[in-house]
């Protein structure tokens, strides 16, 4: 077992998902269980129910129709995006208690909404089928920064100190201080959570695109740049410079219009989300 999946199973113990969204997801990978089994489970969770049909009746979706009961949310979304949405909203929760010495959880939430919002709509800007799937890429896309600050906080607050707020100087922080960063914790904790492999790649290869397997590099890519604008968004949007690098821009075919097209529509949109997975962070507003 590596260090980081030992730390990854340390968060888990520590920091367990709902039971209903365990459940769900050892349900779905049973290809007998019937659609109303599982509508059970959610039913289960009154709280869960509520995020669940919130979130398919938001414009994240844009259904025609009202969506007013879990089966049928199911029948429209289909079980493998039920659960991993589930499992999404649910970390919010789940990470709930860490210390705000140590992180504005609120600002936190806020950047990851606008991540996942950006990383769909640039998926589905560049033709790629797995367009929901960037947006919970996005709105997890820094868990392991999460798994740090719950689990190592003391030796985490010193590294931050010494990282002073650039990406690439904290990444390096983090190997020299627990020989893994944040994004490598993360996809690791995906995994232990059973999420798909292709998402636990997108975590992992969020800033080195390059890296990841060819079939999913254009979708790292965009997670890449959604990460990037919503960092430039959350900064006060400087008009002097680009958010996004050259290569990037590339193979996205992004210009400064697109990208400011982008920051308007994901203004209107991450507000509704925001209200549903992280309700607490939505009142910064």
């Known amino acids: ?10 968060v888990n113990s520590l920091f367990s998902l709902p039971d209903a969204a365990l459940r ?3 349900l779905v990978d049973r290809p007998e269980t019937k659609n109303r089994e599982l509508a059970e489970v959610i039913m289960h969770d009154p709280a869960l129910t509520a ?7 938001s414009s994240y979706f844009g259904l025609p129709r009202k969506i007013e009961t879990v089966s049928q949310a199911i029948a429209l979304i289909g079980r ?8 999404a909203t649910s970390v919010t929760g789940a990470f709930s208690t860490v210390s705000e010495d140590l992180v504005d959880i609120e600002a936190f939430w806020d950047h990851s909404v ?14 790629l089928v797995e367009a929901d799937r960037l947006f919970v890429a996005g709105l ?13 906080p003391e030796r985490y607050r010193e590294v931050l100190e010494q990282a002073e707020q650039g990406r690439e100087a904290l990444e390096a922080c983090e190997q020299l201080a627990f ?3 944040h994004h490598e914790l993360g996809a690791t904790l995906l995994s232990v959570w059973g999420l798909p492999e292709g998402l636990q790649d997108l975590v992992r290869y969020q800033h080195t695109p390059e890296q990841a397997s060819e079939v999913r590099r254009l979708a790292t890519h965009a997670l890449h740049a959604a990460t990037r604008i ?21 193979q996205l075919a992004l210009n400064d219009a697109v990208i400011e097209e982008l920051v308007r529509e994901t203004d209107m949109e991450a507000m509704e989300i925001l209200q549903i997975v992280a309700p607490n962070a939505a009142l910064i507003y």
């Not at 640039?122 to 033709?127: T, Y």
Request: glycine letters at 6%; proline letters at 1%.
């Open 1 to 10: 077992m590596s260090d980081a999946e030992a730390l990854a199973r340390e």
């Open 24 to 26: 769900v997801t050892e």
């Open 51 to 57: 995020r669940v049909l919130r979130l398919v009746n």
């Open 80 to 87: 493998d995006e039920l659960r991993i949405l589930i499992l």
């Open 114 to 127: 606008n991540t996942a919002v950006l990383a769909r709509s640039l998926a589905k800007r560049v033709g």
């Open 140 to 152: 997890l896309h820094e868990v392991g920064k999460l798994a740090f600050y719950s689990t190592r």
């Open 179 to 181: 020989g893994f960063d």
């Open 230 to 250: 919503a960092t430039w968004m959350q900064s006060g949007l400087d008009a002097t410079r680009s958010p996004v690098s050259a290569k990037t821009r590339l």
